[in-house]
């Protein structure tokens, strides 16, 4: 399993109380010959 293209974004706010977040996209690949993968990332 691994995750390719990937952009990470740091959230911070400041208004009265404070936020931190962090936000990660990308394109999953997942190797179906794996155990426990065999039916991840598909959607109905």
Not at 10 to 34: A, C, P, R, W, Y
Request: net charge neutral; proline share 2%.
């Amino acid at each position: 399993m691994g995750l390719t293209n990937r952009v990470v974004s740091q959230l911070n706010h400041s208004f009265i109380v404070g936020s931190i977040g962090m936000t990660v996209e990308g394109d999953l690949i997942i190797d179906k010959q794996k155990a426990g993968c065999e039916d991840k990332g598909v959607k109905p």
